[in-house]
């Protein structure tokens, strides 16, 4: 099936610092993109829907400006906390909407930690 | 908007035996996908199964099976023959079948616990 490579599996930062999550698809064109949360033993949360060469749709709620996502190719979508606080902490989940088969397709995961 | 609910949090269930979790949704449309999906320690989404809204056929895949209940708005998931490998977290998802909304829905999961 299809892969989704997301990067780093896990992050440890300093507060106030800026964290980049990458997420590729690895065999397949995807036009959108999307960005969970999970807390801990919680449910996945969307954050925003990327679409390549456009604006992301950001979910109520979520900083747009804290969570910057750029989707600037069929293969690739990037989360960008920026300023990160410990509240930030969390597991980010990338998936990749694989068209031609209306597939969505899952990354590894995120750790992040902001000490 | 879009619900969806899970009403239990844990379930356990002896190696070899059968086990059904729930999924019940709210949706006003007529269009859509369910979905199962499995997150082991490993916290890797595994898609389990898909059931498409228009088709009367509940879907199976070897030891998984569904029961959808469209009018009830109910998604049920067996598991048949559990294996150790099966326990994980399972999260029912729910998304529209239209083209530039397909984001999904997920439930609160349900933590699934093998005997041995």
């Known amino acids: 099936g299809a892969v989704v490579s997301q990067h780093p599996s896990r992050v440890i930062c300093k507060s106030g610092t800026s964290v980049k999550i990458e997420c590729r698809s690895l065999?397949?064109?995807?036009?959108?993109m999307f960005w969970y949360r999970q807390f801990p033993k919680k449910s996945l949360m969307l954050m925003a829907t990327?679409?390549?060469?456009?604006?992301?749709?950001?979910e109520q709620g979520v900083e747009k400006d804290k969570f910057l996502i750029n989707h600037a190719s069929l293969t690739l979508s990037t989360l960008t906390v920026t300023s990160a606080h410990p509240e930030d902490s969390s597991f980010y989940i990338c998936s990749a909407l694989e068209g031609a088969n209306e597939k969505l397709f899952f990354g590894s995961g995120t750790q992040l930690s902001v000490l | 908007a879009q619900t969806v609910t899970q009403s239990q949090p844990e379930m356990s269930v002896q190696e070899a035996e059968t086990v059904t979790l729930s999924c019940t949704y709210d949706?006003?449309?007529?269009?859509?996908?369910l979905f199962w999906y499995k997150q082991p320690p490993s916290r890797q989404m595994i898609l389990v199964i898909r059931q498409e809204a228009y088709k009367q056929q509940n879907a199976t895949e070897n030891r998984f099976s569904v029961n959808f209940q469209k009018a009830a708005k109910s998604f049920s998931l067996k598991i048949s023959d559990s294996q150790l490998g099966d326990a994980a977290m399972y999260f029912c998802?729910?998304?529209?079948?239209?083209?530039?909304?397909?984001?999904?829905?997920f439930g609160t999961g349900t933590r699934l616990t093998i005997i041995p």
């Open positions: 998802a729910y998304r529209l079948r239209n083209f530039g909304n397909e984001k999904l829905t």
């Open positions: 990327s679409n390549e060469g456009s604006k992301a749709t950001y």
């Open positions: 949706t006003s449309e007529s269009d859509y996908y």
């Open positions: 065999d397949f064109q995807a036009t959108t």
